[in-house]
């Protein structure tokens, strides 16, 4: 009885987390049902309007002009999300692009997930994610797909009572990207339970990747205006600062090298 019980509050749980809220989930669950409410009260105007009959056609436009209002909520709740939790990232300029995104996988999402991660209402294991490497090319498909996907980058394990665990799973709804939460899986009893689960993580560019960049001998891209790849300071696949390997820095040696301009003693 109680294993069944779980089991639904599990199915509650999973639905009501932000799962609903990725990829095509967003679309269907707040545009598309407005969209087509829209569009049927635009026919029963149209319709009205042919029929000639104030009263009917009264009706009719009070109903367009309601179907017209939940829709804009609807569209401006989704902006409101997408605000909240999505980095802003431009594709446009794929060489811009594929460093904006550099420094979201490298510097930002990873540190970002693990610290939310850190709940002092439960006993949390030690966790660590795991985020892919960033393409190395700027004409890479990812910079063309409307929705990033970073499946399972890592997963969570805590221990508690029923209700801190399940208030831990509710509060990934806060976090600054949007995530999926789950599977879940429980263990043990209460008020000792262990609770592990999955997280995904998902973002919208606000642009799909604009002209595909001309690529020299090698894959290294032309220099493009404000420096290569246009960003000031480095080749591409190069953060800012670095420098491609046997490069000299300005007064100094080599690493492992003598000193500018010295002889090996």
Known sequence: MILSKLKLLHIVIIGSVVCIGVGVGVYMMLIKPQKELLAKETARYNAAIGEGTMQVLQAAQDDYVKAQNERSRAVAALDDQMRRRMPDMSFERRDI???????????????????????????????????????????????????LEFPSVGQIVVHGDFKSLMANVRRWNNCR???????????????????????????????????MIPMAVGGVAE???????????????????????GAMP????PPGGPPAGGAPQ
């Open 177 to 211: 990207r949007l995530v999926m939460v789950g599977p879940i899986r429980l263990a043990g009893t209460s008020p000792d339970l262990e609770a592990t689960y999955s997280i995904s993580c998902y973002i919208f560019p606000v642009a799909v990747g604009g002209p």
């Open 250 to 253: 300005p007064g100094g040696m």
């Open 97 to 147: 692009g594929m460093m904006e995104l550099w420094r979201e996988q490298i510097n930002t999402l990873g540190p970002l997930l693990e610290g939310f991660a850190r709940d002092t209402n439960v006993d949390v294991l030690p966790t660590s994610m795991q985020i892919p490497a960033p393409p190395a090319s700027p004409n890479d498909a990812i910079f063309d797909k409307t929705l």
């Open 223 to 245: 220099p493009a205006a404000g420096g290569p790849m246009g960003m000031p300071g480095g080749p591409m696949g190069m953060p800012p600062g670095a420098m491609p390997p």
